[in-house]
């Protein structure tokens, strides 16, 4: 019954800015890491940043510095802020997160993906 649903992918300029959310709902106890991962076409799926429970963050090299990944446990909530956006950023984003449910042991959830496109 966990269920991870993503919104605020679109088309964007060079040099603009867009704001994904993933929030997560059902039978959740805790919710450990939580992530972004994106797929361009042709390409292996990647992490673009992570968030553990207690706040520490990690970011692929490509989008140091222009991404920022943050969340809100009480809303069960990650969010993903994009900055100065890149045409090579252009991929579908994915939302991840380990999560406990009434069942012992994590389980990882995938949202279902929301189009980023950067025009040039």
């Known amino acids: 019954q966990v269920q991870l649903v993503e919104s605020g992918g679109g088309l964007v300029q060079a040099g603009g800015s867009l704001r994904l959310s993933c929030a997560a709902s059902?039978?959740?106890?805790?919710?450990?890491?939580m992530g972004w991962y994106r797929q361009a076409p042709g390409k292996q799926r990647e992490l673009v940043a992570g968030i553990t429970s207690g706040g520490s963050t990690n970011y692929a090299d490509s989008v140091k510095g222009r991404f920022t990944i943050s969340r809100d446990n009480a809303k069960n909530t990650v969010y993903l802020q994009m900055n100065s956006l890149k045409p090579e950023d252009t991929a579908v984003y994915y939302c991840?997160?380990?999560?406990?449910?009434?069942?012992?042991?994590?389980?990882?959830?995938w949202g279902q993906g929301t189009q980023v496109t950067v025009s040039s």
């Open positions: 991840n997160a380990g999560i406990v449910t009434w069942v012992p042991g994590e389980t990882n959830y």
């Open positions: 059902g039978s959740i106890f805790t919710i450990n890491a």
